[in-house]
């Protein structure tokens, strides 16, 4: 069976730097699979890249089959791959409601965009409670709730969610995780990049180990999870 998505010797550079130095791994539908690492190993450029925000030097990218190279950004959502990126980037002076409307931007389903909407609200309860206020107003966890459920109303395939739990309490991180474990449930597909390694890999079917543009380790979330070098390297482990 091919996979939802496949990366192939994915190669991205900034000018003469090669930040992505031939990465291949792959999606099955329905999974959870996480890419971990610390900063500048080449995890969010990886996620820039399949969005079609940036153009890869080398190497293939397949989603259902059908190469994205070359593909533009607002084409690849509407083929179903769709990106929550890191820092958010929510409209601070639009609604939640009015945030949420742009996310299904490529959609004409009058009924059913307002379906998805309330389903928004529904995972998140705090965004229906606040649905007239300006997200910009919105606390970081908040903010990032409203950047996941805008994410879904493009009705993705495959949901890619760039460091979601970064700078927030430890109980807005634990809300966050519940709800990409919920959606997980739910069938939603997910690529998760995240800066809690312990976190990504307990809810991860396949995770990622990254380095310098490279993978350097591979294997289930347990597996990972249990590995002693994984766990000296990103669980703070002696």
């Known amino acids: 069976m091919t996979a939802l998505l496949e990366?192939?010797?994915?190669?991205?550079?900034?000018?003469?730097?090669?930040?992505?130095?031939g990465i291949s791994f792959s999606v099955e539908a329905g999974q959870?699979?996480?890419?971990?690492?610390?900063?500048?190993?080449?995890?969010?450029?990886?996620?820039r890249t399949l969005s079609g925000l940036l153009k890869p030097l080398?190497?293939?990218?397949?989603?259902?089959?059908?190469?994205?190279?070359?593909?533009?950004?607002?084409?690849?959502?509407?083929?179903?791959?769709?990106?929550?990126?890191?820092?958010?980037?929510?409209?601070?002076?639009?609604?939640?409601?009015e945030n949420l409307q742009l996310g299904a931007f490529l959609r004409k389903d009058a009924a059913g965009i307002d379906k998805d909407i309330q389903r928004a609200y529904d995972l998140f309860p705090i965004l229906g409670e606040r649905r007239g206020q300006a997200a910009g107003t919105l606390s970081g966890g908040e903010q990032q709730m409203l950047a996941m459920g805008r994410a879904l109303m493009s009705r993705p395939k495959l949901l890619m969610l760039d460091e979601p739990s970064?700078?927030?309490?430890?109980?807005?991180?634990?809300?966050?995780?519940h709800t990409i474990r919920e959606l997980k449930s739910n069938g939603t597909t997910i690529l998760l990049v995240e800066q809690n390694a312990q976190a990504a890999l307990s809810l991860a079917d396949c995770g990622h180990v990254m380095e310098i543009g490279k993978i350097v380790l591979s294997g289930t979330g347990q597996?990972?999870?249990?590995?002693?070098?994984?766990?000296?390297?990103?669980l703070g482990e002696d």
Do not use: C
Not at 7 to 21: M, N, P, Q, S
Not at 166 to 177: A, D, E, T
């Open 7 to 21: 990366v192939e010797d994915l190669r991205v550079a900034y000018g003469k730097i090669e930040a992505v130095k």
């Open 32 to 47: 959870v699979v996480t890419l971990i690492g610390t900063n500048g190993a080449g995890k969010t450029t990886t996620l």
């Open 58 to 97: 080398a190497g293939t990218v397949r989603f259902e089959g059908e190469t994205l190279t070359g593909t533009p950004a607002h084409k690849i959502v509407k083929l179903g791959l769709a990106h929550s990126p890191e820092g958010r980037h929510i409209f601070p002076r639009l609604t939640i409601t």
């Open 166 to 177: 970064m700078g927030l309490s430890p109980i807005m991180m634990q809300k966050i995780m």
């Open 223 to 234: 597996d990972l999870l249990h590995d002693e070098s994984v766990r000296k390297a990103y």
